[in-house]
């Protein structure tokens, strides 16, 4: 079974402009998180899809926006970016919400470097 | 909001040697207790806790849960290079996980 794949792998942007991350789970799942982590901060929760709804949001700006598609694969957007949105994005996927989920597979990550 | 805390935040060691790893949590909705290993990019599932007291065991890696201390400890015999890496926790809280800022351990030879 293939793993959780996300794209880009790496990405530079300027400030300013805006960015889409992918995520696609592994087959069957359709939950997906979505985390941001950072030397400083650690891996700090975003937000969660289920079914095409958004389940559960972080402590992000509205800047940060995600969606996801009837094939369970998800989007994450960044708009206006600033320097301290430079981090390592990682989707996970479940089975089910994480209110059941026993574990989360984690995909491989998207380096967003911020100029 | 839920708050995981880890401790130490970097961790050298030499082959061989036994280490013991710390989170403790709080929470406001407890479903269970996990811990993940992190090497080059993505976190891989070690081992997920609901229960206090009783110990989860992977060949070198054991944990378990004090429910009453809100605590979880993560140990590793004979430790070897490849078990250098970024050691994570998390709290799955309701449905939502939150994670602690990981501990860094270096294993050299």
Known sequence: KAGVTQTPRYLIKTRGQQVTLSCSPISGHRSVSWYQQTPGQGLQFLF????????NKGNFPGRFSGRQFSNSRSEMNVSTLELGDSALYLCASSLAAGIRSNEQFFGPGTRLTVL | EDKVVQSPLSLVVHEGDTVTLNCSYE????????WYKQEKKAPTFLFML?????????????????????????NITATQT??????????????KFYFGSGTKLNVKP
Do not use: W
């Open chain 1, 48 to 55: 969660e899809y289920f079914s095409e709804t958004q389940r």
């Open chain 2, 27 to 34: 929470v406001t909705n407890f479903r269970s207790l996990l």
């Open chain 2, 50 to 74: 609901t229960s206090s007291g009783i110990e989860k065991k992977s060949g070198r890696l054991s944990s378990i849960l004090d429910k009453k201390e809100l605590f979880s400890i993560l």
């Open chain 2, 82 to 95: 490849g078990d250098s890496a970024i050691y994570l926790c998390a709290d799955l809280n309701f449905n």
